[in-house]
């Protein structure tokens, strides 16, 4: 990979302000919601259908984010933590 640097720090400047706010842009987009069992990046009621059948066989979410207390096993507190999470956001 080869570094350019631009000897204009004012066009060096814009250039470089304009990527950062693209990358925090992409960021907010992609943060990650504990207990979105069906990973479509929300927290609804169709994460709790979703997080029901992952208890029942054992089996995570494409995006791990089913497992809201970290102890690597999707459970009753898991569920219960969706519940919570839902009727905190007012979904
Ligand atoms: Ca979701
Ligand atoms: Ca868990």
Redesign the pocket.
Same mark, same amino acid.
């Given at each position: 990979m080869t570094a350019t640097f631009c000897d204009d720090p004012d066009t060096a400047f814009r250039g470089f302000s304009q990527i950062d706010w693209m990358e925090i842009t992409l960021g907010l987009l992609d943060m990650p919601v504990i207990g979105d069992a069906n990973c479509d990046r929300g927290l609804t009621a169709a994460d709790l259908a979703a997080v029901i059948p992952l208890i029942a066989t054992g089996e995570r979410s494409i995006c791990e984010l @089913? +497992?809201? @207390? !970290? @102890? !690597?096993?999707? +459970?009753g507190? +898991?569920l219960d933590?969706v519940i919570a999470a839902i009727f905190a956001g007012g979904a």
């Open positions: @089913d +497992d809201t @207390d !970290g @102890d !690597g096993v999707i +459970d507190r +898991d933590n």
